[in-house]
């Protein structure tokens, strides 16, 4: 098992955390990152698991099948973001649609509004895909818990064989905190729809992992 570095949590969820990692390293293998940007993204997720601990008291980690009491921890989707594809409550794809206006640095385009996590929600981000052949939005800020991040150009994914980026530097939201997503787009007369999103963990008790 993968050691989860020098995390603090309960005998039961560093087990668990081992467990996890060993599943999750698997799968970014196909991403190909550097080495030092895995163990950035092992620790990411092991530094979330110790605050949902922290919060989520006196459950444990239950890891990708947590048991009843536990807490658990599964890929990101849409709906944990609040982000419903055209804003339908029925549909829960990774898809947004420009306002097709929003072509200077205004950023007036709200990928994610602005949302606040629940008492028993933990969030760790570490990349971001978009599956068009030619993504309209050119530029991104992220916004957590108030704080406006550095802006990245993405015009360059065009150029990459793959659909997505890894962020230098993973990050974790903890219970209450607020995100955003802001992004300015190419010169557009019309909106225009994206199959894009973000890579991701979602941290929370059994129960709410199982919500729909």
């Not at 196909?30 to 080495?35: G, I, S």
């Not at 993504?135 to 992220?142: A, K």
């Not at 802001?182 to 979602?202: I, N, P």
Request: net charge negative.
């Amino acid at each position: 098992m993968v050691n989860p570095g020098p995390i603090n949590i309960s005998a039961v969820s560093r087990e668990s955390l081992a467990r996890a990692i060993t599943v999750f390293n698997a799968d970014l293998h196909d991403y190909n990152p550097p080495r030092d940007l895995i163990q950035k993204i092992d620790f990411a997720i092991g530094h979330a698991v110790a605050r949902a601990e922290f919060h989520f008291s006196p459950r444990t980690f239950g890891g990708w099948m947590p048991g009843n009491g536990q807490f658990g921890i599964t890929t990101l989707r849409p709906h944990h973001m609040n982000h419903l594809d055209g804003g339908s409550a029925t549909v829960n794809q990774w898809t947004w649609t420009s306002s097709g206006s929003d072509t200077s640095a205004s950023f007036s385009d709200d990928f994610v509004t602005e949302f606040e996590l629940d008492d028993n929600e933990v969030m760790m981000l570490y990349g971001y895909f978009n599956k068009e052949n030619s993504p309209n939005i050119s530029e991104m800020q992220l916004v957590a818990s108030g704080h406006n991040q550095p802006i990245w150009n993405l015009e360059t994914m065009d150029l990459k064989p793959n659909p997505y980026i890894l962020f230098p530097e993973p990050f974790v939201l903890e219970p209450r905190a607020t995100f955003q997503v802001k992004v300015s787009c190419k010169a557009t007369a019309t909106a225009t729809v994206e199959q894009a999103g973000f890579l991701g963990f979602f941290i929370a008790p059994t129960t709410t992992l199982k919500a729909q």
